[in-house]
């Protein structure tokens, strides 16, 4: 006790336990990196004669609806292929199509350029060098991109992860936060802070997040049954399908040709629906195909090995779910056996076209589990069905069987 550590005494006289610190030695992080080592965004590279200069051109389209454009300039057209600079939404800063301006090249590291820093080129701006002319580094900008308010909750992601992967990706110390709307039921604001080419990059961001959440809650509502899915449009996995079957290794296994690839949303149907007929007819093929109904509905089966099943549905239903999204919204369910040891199917009820889709994927998904599966047994060492490595069989001889002449012997 005489060695113990002595306790803080308050004025009372009483002794009690020092008070600890709440940090416990953690240390809040800055908002903002420092502004004068401020990065340009990680996707973004340095290229001696392009992004070290500015250049004149003229801006030959605005898409009215997206707000994004594209700037003709003659002296980058050797070095990009004889293509025009895209220009960002963010970047427009009030010109309209035809106006001759000067700008600089953010360049990133899959080689596309882009636009950046736009000015009158009447003003004398002109192809020189960017030191003198850029903005000063220590200036933060800002940027604002409306975000409905259904999405808002998505684009901020749990805890805010979504929105502290954006930032860590725009780089620079960029800070994005969501602003309530001004007025009741109002569009919700994404503010963007940061340096000018960082929030540009964070800005772009956004924008594609917000695209990628509207299309996966479009795809939800779908196999939820609220929106129907597009009839105007080949899924992409539909399309992928047409061009596996064009480009299959075999020539003559598939009726699908390139014309019908090239065709138009009716003709790349018909190609479907042919190949779903063609696969249905191989061998052990498990395909049931359905007969539409008077709402264009169709119900189709497909047969799966008890070993596969579970990795057909996945974990949580996950590869379900994903068949359902890749097809266009349709309702894929396994049935239970009808007696005990009997064969599961799988149903596939939906549109004509996107049941087909989704048929075709289910078909393929099985494939891809049975190779699977057969590459695991032979790594493991286990024989497969047919191969040398089995056990030959030798039944006894029958007591009617003729002896050979050398047993007689």
């Excluded at 569009?187 to 956004?206: E, R, S, T």
């Excluded at 299309?215 to 061009?243: F, M, S």
Aim: charged share 20%.
């Amino acid at each position: 006790l005489a060695q113990a550590r002595p306790a803080t005494v308050t004025r009372g006289g009483y002794p009690h336990a020092r008070p600890r610190s709440r940090s416990r030695g953690r240390q809040e992080p800055p908002r903002y990196e420092p502004l004068s080592t401020t990065p340009v965004p990680d996707a973004c590279v340095e290229a001696a004669g392009i992004t070290d200069r500015r250049f004149e051109g003229t801006i030959v389209s605005l898409d009215p609806v997206r707000g994004f454009g594209f700037i003709e300039c003659h002296e980058l057209r050797t070095h990009f292929g004889n293509k025009d600079i895209f220009l960002h939404k963010a970047q427009v800063s009030g010109f309209k199509a035809g106006d001759r301006v000067s700008f600089g090249v953010l360049l990133y590291k899959d080689g596309k350029p882009q636009a950046k820093d736009l000015r009158d080129a009447s003003l004398g701006a002109g192809s020189t060098s960017l030191a003198a002319q850029a903005t000063p580094q220590n200036e933060d900008v800002v940027r604002e991109v409306e975000v409905s308010a259904d999405l808002a909750g998505a684009l901020v992601g749990k805890q805010g992860c979504v929105i502290m992967d954006l930032q860590r990706r725009a780089g620079g110390g960029v800070h994005i936060q969501i602003l309530q709307p001004h007025v009741l039921g109002g569009q919700q604001v994404a503010q963007i802070v940061g340096p000018a080419v960082n929030a540009d990059y964070a800005c772009d961001l956004v924008y594609q997040k917000i695209e990628e959440i509207s299309q996966a809650r479009n795809h939800y509502d779908i196999i939820r049954g609220v929106a129907a899915p597009p009839e105007d449009k080949i899924p992409d996995a539909g399309r992928e399908l047409l061009e596996a079957a064009v480009a299959s290794p075999s020539p003559g296994s598939w009726s699908v040709t390139e014309s019908d690839l090239m065709g138009d949303v009716p003709t790349q149907a018909m190609a479907l629906e042919r190949l779903m007929l063609e696969r249905a007819q191989e061998p052990d093929s498990g395909i049931t195909c359905g007969t539409p109904d008077l709402g264009d509905e169709v119900l189709h089966e497909l047969e799966l090995p008890p070993e596969l099943i579970g990795a057909f549905v996945g974990r949580s239903g996950a590869s379900i779910m994903d068949l359902q999204v890749r097809a266009g919204g349709i309702h894929v369910q396994v049935q239970q056996a009808t007696a005990p040891g009997g064969t599961q199917v799988a149903t596939i009820k939906g549109t004509v076209m996107n049941a087909n889709i989704g048929l075709l994927l289910a078909r393929q998904k099985l494939d891809e589990l049975r190779d699977t599966r057969l590459a695991y047994n032979e790594m493991r060492g286990e024989p497969q069905p047919g191969s040398l490595s089995e056990p030959l069989s030798l039944e006894p001889l029958s007591s009617s069987a003729p002896a050979p002449a050398a047993l007689a012997a």
